[in-house]
């Protein structure tokens, strides 16, 4: 479980390594931009049920931390599907990856 900090808060968001990846390949290429934006998810399960969203400006510090200190493989389609919800009026959304199901023949 990865670990998202923002602001000047001790209190770290816990995401999944997996989905930090490929969150943090979307997040840094709107703030590359200048592009401030708002991130929502859903809390995790031994948390209380529930959802949070945060408002992220280029100016606020974030810091990701990855508990595997080996990088995932990075899901082409995952990262559109994260970068398309980060385009809309709701800001980027924590979405689950979709996998596609293998067919047999």
């Excluded at 995401?15 to 703030?31: E, Q």
């Amino acid at each position: 479980m990865g670990s998202l900090y923002y602001g000047d808060s001790a209190e770290p968001i816990s995401i999944d390594d997996r989905a930090l990846a490929h969150l943090k390949i979307v997040v840094a290429t709107k703030l590359r931009r200048n592009e401030s934006f708002t991130l929502s998810w859903r809390h995790p399960d031994p948390d209380a049920e529930g959802r949070s969203t945060i408002w992220l400006h280029p100016s606020i510090p974030l810091r990701f931390v990855f508990d595997s200190t080996d990088a995932p493989e990075i899901s082409r389609q995952w990262v559109e599907d994260l970068a398309n919800s980060a385009n809309s009026t709701g800001g980027v959304t924590l979405i689950d990856e979709h996998v596609e199901a293998a067919t047999t023949v």
